[in-house]
């Protein structure tokens, strides 16, 4: 997850990292890679995964 600035705010990217260097980083969202400038974030940190869905229940 990379928290970074956007006009009147602050949004996330959440999914895979996939290439960082010295002036962006590149995460995998589940709509399109999104390239975002490493001047603009404010915040990152490894995220687990979702725990797996549970059945429904039958009765």
Do not use: Q
């Not at 970074?4 to 589940?30: E, F, K, N, P, Q």
């Not at 890679?33 to 229940?57: C, H, M, Q, T, Y």
């Amino acid at each position: 997850m990379v928290r970074y600035r956007i006009d009147g705010g602050l949004t996330d990217a959440l999914g895979h990292l996939l290439a960082c260097d010295a002036g962006s980083c590149t995460v995998r969202t589940r709509r399109a890679d999104v390239v975002i400038p490493l001047d603009l974030v404010v915040a990152a940190k490894e995220v687990p995964p979702a725990p797996p869905r549970r059945s429904p229940a039958t009765h």
